[in-house]
């Protein structure tokens, strides 16, 4: 079947649900060739996914995956965020997304963080969290009493969406052939926690409005869906960032947070004044990025890493309902910070991680 839609995808064809359907048991079986599912995956990049595909392909997965045991009564009334950022931009910065994370969870969101290993880049969201020594191969109902008695729980891709085993080796291959997938796309629309609000960072600019309309059709109330600009090392380039931009303009869609819903180009915010170019937010391996990480949270890192840090958490505390506007994200996310309780939160987390894995 895979060969056909192949076709079909190569003469500018659109896929129906059923078709969808039809696709996703042939990625998931393991009899399927890897490199039929590769040249697949690079068909619909080639293409364009429309946002219609997106949305039923994440629908399909979903139906797939391991729930987790949240409890109707403690979610009523209380919003779940994620903050995740799809990759495939190669910019190579550190893991802006999941220090984040920890900054909204210290600030009293509850954060329900979704991610795995590297695909595209050196360091996933797993990986830097397992450095920092936050286990991520946690099962449904340890990651459900992490996120109630923490407000923060990460849900590693693998243990929940079992069928990707047989998908990841194509999406690989289409790694290594530098081809983007679907999946830099799925990743984040995937959550099992199902949040209620999302930040949510993309490759080019383009997709920001698509991705709004697939989060809002898959549940999610309040999201922002951006897209940042970099300088880059001639007048003329520029670097995309699946973040915002602390050093240029950002392409952001924001819904459900009572303004208007149509794509709109922030400009570089005032309070950010040291982010040059990419250089100053690159990254490395896991390590090195736990490192980088820490300093952060604990307020030893005051230059430019802090401001993208910061204006990420910004949007984030503004679009899960913590903070009235952008300024005041910004304003609690410095205070959340400089008094501790960023770095007391990375404490109690890793405390937590370690008493459970004591012997009794």
């Known amino acids: 079947m895979l060969e056909r839609l192949i076709r079909q995808v190569n003469e500018g064809g659109v896929l129906t649900r059923e078709e969808v359907r039809g696709a996703v048991e042939c990625l998931v079986d393991e009899r399927v060739a890897v490199e039929t599912k590769a040249d697949f995956l690079a068909a619909l990049a080639r293409r364009g996914e429309t946002p219609e595909e997106i949305a039923a392909f994440a629908d399909e997965l979903r139906s797939r995956a391991v729930e987790p045991p949240l409890d109707p009564g403690w979610r009523s009334g209380r919003v779940i965020l994620d903050v995740v950022g799809t990759g495939g931009d190669r910019a190579g910065t550190f893991n802006i997304s999941t220090t984040v994370a920890l900054i909204c969870a210290a600030a009293g969101v509850a954060v329900a963080k979704h991610g795995n290993r590297a695909v595209t880049s050196r360091a996933g969201s797993a990986d830097v969290l397992e450095a920092l020594g936050i286990p991520v191969q946690t099962t449904p109902e340890q990651a459900v009493e992490n996120l109630r008695r923490h407000g923060f729980a990460f849900f590693f891709a693998p243990l929940y969406h079992p069928a990707f085993r047989h998908i990841a080796p194509a999406r690989k291959l289409c790694a290594e052939r530098g081809q983007r997938t679907l999946f830099n796309y799925l990743g984040p629309l995937l ?170």
């Open 191 to 360: 959550n099992p926690a199902r949040p209620d609000a999302q930040l949510m960072g993309v490759a080019r600019p383009e997709l920001c409005a698509p991705l709004a309309a697939v989060l809002q059709s898959l549940g999610i109330r309040r999201g922002a869906v951006v897209c940042g600009e970099l300088p880059g090392s001639g007048p003329e380039t520029r670097v995309w960032v699946d973040e915002l931009s602390p050093a240029g303009p950002t392409t952001v869609v924001v819904f459900g947070t009572g303004g208007a819903e149509a794509a709109a180009i922030w400009p570089r915010p005032a309070r950010a004044r040291l982010v040059t170019g990419p250089g100053d937010l690159q990254g490395g391996d896991a390590a090195t990025n736990a490192a980088m990480l820490e300093a952060l949270l604990q307020g030893r890192d005051r230059g430019p890493r802090r401001e993208a840090v910061l204006y990420n958490a910004a949007v984030a505390l503004w679009v899960a309902g913590a903070a009235g506007s952008v300024e005041q994200g910004w304003l609690l996310a410095e205070q959340v910070v400089d008094d501790g309780r960023a770095a007391r939160k990375l404490e109690e987390l890793r405390r937590s991680a370690a008493s459970s894995s004591s012997p009794a």
